[in-house]
């Protein structure tokens, strides 16, 4: 049961902040950097394919062992590892085999990332001891 509450609680507070990062704070700059690149609406699928993917991924390797050994802080620095490496993955191939893909794009990505994924994997050990001591 505690792993099911770590993997709501990653996925609610992910959604909860992309939503506020790609909605509210960033979107003025991902629109005026991807220009012509940029979708003009969302192809739902393929954003929940990602979040299902991504949590679970963000589960396995970086909060169940965290709940296990380490706590909110090795929650939080594996959390930016992996992020870092998921959010560099993406974006590096990007500006490796795309044509005008900018490199400020990237670079902002990956620190979206590093960051987004630190905060949810320390919410959710935190939420889940909280919850199941």
Do not use: H, Q
Not at 32 to 56: C, D, H, K, R
């Amino acid at each position: 049961m505690k792993l099911v509450v770590a993997y709501l609680a990653i996925a609610g507070t992910f959604l909860v902040l992309d939503l506020l990062w790609l909605g509210v704070v960033a979107s003025g700059f991902y629109r005026s950097e991807l220009g012509p690149l940029m979708a003009t609406s969302i192809n739902l699928p393929a954003a929940v394919g990602f979040y299902i993917l991504y949590t679970i991924g963000v589960l396995i390797f970086v909060v169940a062992p965290a709940l296990e050994s380490g706590g909110w802080t090795r929650a939080m620095m594996m959390g930016a590892l992996f992020g870092l490496v998921a959010y560099a993955t993406y974006d590096l191939t990007n500006l490796a085999v795309m044509r005008g893909f900018p490199a400020s794009v990237a670079f902002v990505d990956m620190a979206w990332g590093t960051v987004a994924t630190a905060l949810v994997s320390c919410v959710a050990v935190v939420v889940a001891d909280w919850l199941f001591p």
